[in-house]
């Protein structure tokens, strides 16, 4: 095969499918060195599979993925025929001495998810620990994250942000987190199922104050859909009608303006003359989008300096 792509007319399609044969043949006659290759899939749209992608999965000796059944739909559109064996958080523990023998082996082993990069609230975190201790190489084939796609679309501040995956079910452990994380100066990123979307939308602006938010939707897929808005009007939106698909929610920084415990008090002094303490403290935390644990306390104070 030569180094250089066919001679075709510039900008044309023809010269595009060129480039991109030209291209795939070169990666898929390319040496493989052996080592854990984690493998990005598409997070809906199949075209968003990478060259290199293709070219990894057809080369390795074997993929292990979440479902062999749902990968299988994916390989057989790439017309891959490299054997495919489950990697699951149900069977991770038997899985990984098999998997870290075949790398000894000098075997090449991709890593991939049901969609989207793997590690990313996806199973593979402590085989890629283990294989780098023992000492394999493990190697990123980068591609599409629904996390990520989802930050570039929000409208959101990118040069700092948090994912913080899927916020735990209980209450306890939910209110909890999102105290820890309200404090943190940056875009915050969770994934949620639809049917938790607008529940979920409450307690953020309720624990995190009413910040800026979107809800991206689909993404890559046909009924693909950004709402950008203040988290309680997204929350009343979706409570109306509940999202269909799968989710993630982004929600900009707090406010970068200090705010004072005496701001916090001069405004919660005449709330607290006609709403209990809670109350008070929820549409104080709203208007100044302050967390409303920070102006709870601040109210407790100021209801037991008044009693004293
Ligand atoms: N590892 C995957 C990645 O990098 O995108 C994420 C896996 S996690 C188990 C699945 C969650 O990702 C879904 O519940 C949803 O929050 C989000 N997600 C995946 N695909 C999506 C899409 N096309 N649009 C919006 N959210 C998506």
Same mark, same amino acid.
């Not at 693909?224 to 989710?247: C, H, N, W, Y």
């Given at each position: 095969?030569?180094?250089?792509?066919?001679?075709?007319?510039?900008?044309?399609?023809?010269?595009?499918? /060129?480039?991109?044969?030209?291209?795939?043949?070169?990666?898929?006659?390319?040496?493989?060195?052996?080592?854990?290759?984690?493998?990005?899939?598409?997070?809906?749209?199949?075209?968003?599979?990478?060259?290199?992608?293709?070219?990894?999965?057809?080369?390795?000796?074997?993929?292990?993925?979440?479902?062999?059944?749902?990968?299988?739909?994916?390989?057989?559109?790439?017309?891959?025929?490299?054997?495919?064996?489950?990697?699951?958080?149900?069977?991770?523990?038997?899985?990984?001495?098999?998997?870290?023998?075949?790398?000894?082996?000098?075997?090449?082993?991709?890593?991939?998810?049901?969609?989207?990069?793997?590690?990313?609230?996806?199973?593979?975190?402590?085989?890629?620990?283990?294989?780098?201790?023992?000492?394999?190489?493990?190697?990123?084939?980068?591609?599409?994250?629904?996390?990520?796609?989802?930050?570039?679309?929000?409208?959101?501040?990118?040069?700092?942000?948090?994912?913080?995956?899927?916020?735990?079910?209980?209450?306890?452990?939910?209110?909890?987190?999102?105290?820890?994380?309200?404090?943190?100066?940056?875009?915050?990123?969770?994934?949620?199922?639809?049917?938790?979307?607008?529940?979920?939308?409450?307690?953020?602006?309720?624990?995190?104050?009413?910040?800026?938010?979107?809800?991206?939707?689909?993404?890559?897929?046909?009924?693909?859909?950004?709402?950008? /808005?203040?988290?309680?009007?997204?929350?009343?939106?979706?409570?109306?009608?509940?999202?269909?698909?799968?989710?993630?929610?982004?929600?900009?920084?707090?406010?970068?303006?200090?705010?004072?415990?005496?701001?916090?008090?001069?405004?919660?002094?005449?709330?607290?003359?006609?709403?209990?303490?809670?109350?008070?403290?929820?549409?104080?935390?709203?208007?100044?989008?302050?967390?409303?644990?920070?102006?709870?306390?601040?109210?407790?104070?100021?209801?037991?300096?008044?009693?004293?």
């Amino acid at each position: 095969m030569s180094d250089e792509p066919p001679e075709t007319p510039k900008g044309s399609t023809t010269a595009t499918v /060129g480039r991109v044969t030209f291209e795939i043949e070169r990666q898929l006659a390319l040496p493989l060195a052996p080592g854990l290759y984690l493998v990005s899939t598409p997070i809906g749209h199949l075209a968003d599979m990478s060259l290199r992608a293709v070219a990894t999965l057809a080369r390795a000796d074997v993929v292990y993925c979440e479902d062999t059944r749902h990968s299988r739909t994916l390989l057989a559109h790439y017309a891959i025929r490299t054997p495919l064996r489950p990697y699951h958080e149900h069977n991770a523990e038997e899985q990984r001495p098999r998997v870290l023998r075949e790398l000894a082996d000098d075997r090449v082993v991709a890593l991939i998810s049901d969609a989207g990069t793997p590690l990313i609230s996806d199973p593979g975190f402590k085989l890629v620990r283990d294989a780098a201790a023992a000492g394999h190489q493990v190697i990123a084939v980068p591609g599409p994250s629904a996390a990520l796609a989802a930050l570039t679309v929000s409208g959101q501040p990118t040069d700092a942000f948090f994912f913080a995956g899927f916020l735990p079910a209980k209450e306890g452990a939910r209110k909890s987190r999102l105290a820890e994380l309200a404090a943190i100066p940056a875009t915050l990123v969770f994934f949620e199922a639809p049917t938790r979307t607008a529940a979920t939308l409450a307690d953020l602006a309720q624990e995190l104050g009413n910040r800026e938010a979107a809800v991206a939707r689909e993404l890559t897929k046909l009924h693909e859909d950004v709402r950008r /808005g203040t988290l309680s009007d997204l929350a009343q939106g979706f409570a109306a009608e509940a999202p269909k698909g799968e989710v993630v929610i982004v929600v900009g920084p707090p406010e970068q303006r200090d705010i004072s415990d005496a701001m916090i008090e001069e405004s919660l002094a005449p709330v607290l003359e006609s709403l209990s303490l809670r109350d008070a403290s929820r549409v104080v935390a709203d208007t100044l989008k302050v967390p409303k644990a920070r102006v709870y306390d601040v109210a407790l104070a100021l209801k037991r300096r008044d009693r004293s």
